[in-house]
């Protein structure tokens, strides 16, 4: 009888013999590895949506764009033949300077007993060199940018980067140094053009102005210039708002934008993104001199009618009308029965000026020229600039109520006349005998020579008060009637009440000049 014997392997035989076939199986299907290799992640890599680039509006408008290097004679102290050499020192003179103090102790142990500097002639130069009859040296005094509007050479920056300098060199993008002369330059518009004076007739990349009239304000813009100096510099904004007036002048209309403009982009161009010239950096608002993103340009269109007549004669000629002007408040609007407050309000007419010829007159409002509407004394102001000397143009005005229309020849503007003019208030005079305007919160006393009122008193809580009428100024007229006495004006206010109008427009006379104010005349 035979005896079967039964074989169980245990559980760790069987995983070897598994993970050995396992291995062998796999060895079989695909070979023996020659060498392991580690595993490692990829760098992070995002394929971010294409954002707009200023690099090719860069890359085509930099060539054209300059450094401006100004030079200046700086004199040295003159010699004024009495064997002296003295000080002002923070406005007083040596002798208001106190005995002990170290100044005064100094020049009068090296000089004299008096402070001054004596003795021989030969030994003053050379302690200071010799002055009289030499001419200063030229300096570096300011720098700023500019661009190139023609192929020949002309250069656009401002006038107040170059109106001192006797010497001018500009910089371009290459490094390349080039000697410029002064064309002409315009105070008014603080433009200048200099001209590259190059022997072999090189052509020059330049640019052309924009049709500013097409920008809006949020369109991107890239200035370009030369802050600090450094040069080449770009950067980039958009416009922030248009027709700002920073008070520079009678033809303010400036671009502002917030790109990034500092020291030295002077002169410089803003360009749009066809590569074309919409501004003239000019100007930056900022409390520490610093950029703080806004910035002022001057518009392309105003820039390029200037320019030209710079390029042309060297100078600009531009139209005169002849009168002293004011804006048209809604106050002013509502006491002369207009229903809007727009326009330019008269204040004079200049003696013998194409205005007076024409019969403008006090208290009128130039409410259009050519039939294109007038916002406001600016606007008068620069379209009249922009007319020919010698055309005649239709202006219309508003008086009495009633619109009229004139023809007026204009005149050419010489250097010292004004465009407009906007008067001030003056010291106050001493009153006489005063008689009372309660309503209206002043009193008044008959001029001495006879023509309209002196202000005696004004009452601080007034209207009166409030719109600047002061002690001392003359009242000439109301609602454009002459008055002599605290009678006429009741009696103009007391007409104007009955024709339903609730101010009333008074002229006003101070040392600085004439100017309107409107005052309500509705209480009581």
Partial sequence: MSTKTSFRPSLTTVLKASTVAGLAAMMLASGIPAKVTNSYAEAVKIDAPQVASFANVVDAVSPAVVSVRVQSNVNPVSDDGDNSFSFNFGGR??????DDHPLKRFFKEFGGQDGQFHGDRK?????????KGRKGHLRPTSQGSGFFISEDGYIVTNNHVVSDGQAFTVIMNDGTELDAKLIGKDSRTDLAVLKVDEKDKRKFT????????????GDWVVAVGNPFGLGGTVTAGIISARGRDIGSGPYDDYLQVDAAVNRGNS??????LNGEVVGINTAIFSPSGGNVG?????????????VTDLMRDGKVQRGWLGVQIQPVTKDIAESLGLAEASGALVVEPQAGSPGEKAGIKQGDVITALEGDTIKDPRDLARRVAAIEPGKSVDISLWRDGKPQTVK????KLAQDQQASNDTEEAAPAEPSAEQALADLGITVTPSEDGKGVTVASVDSDSDASDRGLKEGDKITSVN???IKSAEDITKVIDAARKDGRSKALFQVE??????????PINQG
Wanted: charged share 25%; glycine share 8%; aromatic share 12%.
């Fill in 93 to 98: 003179g040596f002798d208001d300077l106190p």
């Fill in 123 to 131: 030994q003053q130069e050379r302690r200071f060199g010799e002055n």
């Fill in 206 to 217: 330049f640019v052309n102005f924009a049709d500013d009239s097409k920008v809006r304000v």
């Fill in 267 to 272: 002169g410089g161009p803003t360009f749009n």
């Fill in 294 to 306: 806004i910035a002022f340009a001057i518009p392309a269109s105003v820039a390029k009618d200037v």
């Fill in 408 to 411: 007026v020849e204009i005149a």
């Fill in 480 to 482: 454009n009637q002459e």
């Fill in 510 to 519: 101070t040392n600085d000049g004439s100017r309107f104010m409107a005052l």
